[in-house]
C-alpha cells in the first residue's frame, strides 16, 4: 500500500473518532463532543502479572476512562476515548 493511501485511511479513521452516531434509545442525532463526551472520574492500569485491568479514583492510575452520556440517560463507558466513540458508534440498535 502506498504512503498516500495509507495517510488517507489514517485520516478517516481519524475522522470517524469525532463523529458520534445517533442514539440508539431517543434517535438523538446532535452532539456537542464537550458537553457529551468526558473524563469519568475512574482511571485504570494493567497489571501485567495478574494479567487484569485495575481501576481506581480520579488520578490513583494514569489512564483516564471515558463516558458518552445522551440527554436520555443512555450511557456508554470506555477505557480511553477512542474506544469508548468506537463503541457507542458500533454498538447493537
Known amino acids: 500500500m502506498n504512503e498516500a493511501k495509507r495517510s ?3 485520516s478517516d479513521e481519524g475522522a470517524n473518532l469525532t463523529v458520534l452516531l445517533c442514539c440508539p434509545f431517543c434517535g ?3 452532539f456537542d463532543m464537550i458537553d ?3 473524563p469519568s ?3 485504570w492500569v494493567f497489571i501485567e502479572c495478574e494479567q487484569i485491568k485495575s481501576y481506581g479514583h ?3 492510575y494514569p489512564n483516564r ?3 458518552i452520556s445522551c440527554d436520555c440517560g443512555a ?3 470506555g477505557d480511553s476515548r477512542e474506544e469508548t ?3 457507542w458508534n458500533t454498538r447493537a440498535t
Open 36 to 38: 457529551t463526551l468526558y
Open 65 to 67: 476512562c471515558w463516558k
Open 75 to 77: 450511557e456508554l463507558h
Open 58 to 60: 480520579h488520578g490513583q
Open 41 to 43: 472520574g475512574l482511571t
Open 8 to 10: 488517507e485511511e489514517s
Open 85 to 87: 466513540i468506537e463503541q
Open 28 to 30: 438523538r442525532v446532535e
